[in-house]
């Protein structure tokens, strides 16, 4: 089993519609979580962490979190053309002494269309 | 402010080469990150660094590779007697906190390896 799993792609959605990214993580001490937007031939550019049970909204983006069931979602409301790019979760640690892990594990990432 | 910058952006090697990638951080980030992504996959750690030295290399695949940071800021990866296997995007991070769950990392714009 793969320590964070994203939902399979590619996800298709017409402009203004909901785009909804699923991930799934195994290690139950994970305490931080994101997700970063990837354009083709482009570094990761984060747009949402969270690390509270519960949902954090950030304009037209919605991130989910339920520590229980080991799941964060995304939420992409009135989707544009413009999102269309590749989705990575990524989660972090506490390490020992409560410093945190550095290292972030990725998803394998979710294409997204937006189509006109 | 400038962001992290990695150079060169490409690099094109020979079968068994030895090859040094540099990563200069944001200004003031305390904490710089290695990581390696290969099409599509996402990112996958490989060392980071809190100051000067290599806080967690539990990523770097063999002893091949190798990084440093010597005076706390830019950083070099090195990879010795480069395979075809090492051919990927080399993505360097850098975040601004020593410790802490929330710090956000920063991605630079990579290097494209490729071993021929």
């Known amino acids: 089993q793969k320590e964070v799993e994203q939902n399979s792609g590619p996800l298709s959605v017409p402009e203004g519609a909901i785009a909804s990214l699923n991930c799934t993580y195994s290690d139950r001490v994970s305490q931080s979580f994101f997700w970063y937007r990837q354009y083709s031939g482009k570094s990761p550019e984060l747009i949402m962490s969270i690390y509270s049970n519960g949902d954090k909204e950030d304009g037209r983006f919605t991130a989910q979190l339920n520590k229980a069931s080991q799941y964060v979602s995304l939420l992409i409301r009135d989707s544009q053309p413009s999102d269309s790019a590749t989705y990575l979760c990524?989660?972090?640690?506490w390490g020992a002494g409560g410093t945190s892990y550095g290292k972030l594990t990725f998803g394998q990432g979710t294409i997204l269309t937006v189509h006109p | 402010g400038a962001g992290v910058s990695q150079t060169p952006s490409n690099k094109v090697t020979e079968k068994g080469k030895y090859v040094e990638l540099r990563c200069d951080p944001i200004s003031g980030h305390t904490a710089l990150y290695w990581y390696r992504q290969s099409l599509g996959q996402g990112p996958e750690f490989l060392i980071y660094?809190?100051?000067?030295?290599?806080?967690?290399d539990s990523g770097l695949p063999n002893d091949r590779f190798f990084a440093v940071r010597p005076e706390g800021s830019v950083s070099t990866l090195k990879i010795q007697r480069t395979e075809r296997g090492d051919s990927a995007v080399y993505l360097c991070?850098?975040?601004?906190?020593?410790?802490?769950?929330?710090?956000?990392?920063?991605f630079g714009p990579g290097t494209r390896l490729t071993v021929l």
């Open positions: 991070a850098s975040s601004p906190k020593i410790g802490g769950g929330t710090d956000t990392q920063y």
């Open positions: 990524a989660v972090k640690g």
């Open positions: 660094f809190q100051g000067t030295g290599a806080a967690d």
